[in-house]
């Protein structure tokens, strides 16, 4: 997975985490969770607020 696979992670981090509020993730939290995903394999530092924001958007619409 790469940081523009937005609703492949989003999906992930809803299997990852069930009993989260999507909507109360702060950025930090976020990122740090989509790194520890099993095969998410991109540059930590290619990631940023946009990229943050549509992840917890699609992540929200999942749950």
Do not use: C
Request: charge should be negative; proline fraction near 6%.
């Amino acid at each position: 997975m790469k940081w523009t696979d937005i609703y492949e992670i989003a999906t992930a981090l809803a299997e990852a985490h069930p009993d989260v509020d999507p909507s109360r993730v702060r950025f930090t939290d976020l990122h740090n969770w989509v790194l520890e995903l099993p095969g998410f394999d991109d540059d930590p530092k290619r990631s940023g607020e946009k990229i943050l924001e549509a992840i917890q958007m699609a992540w929200i619409q999942e749950a």
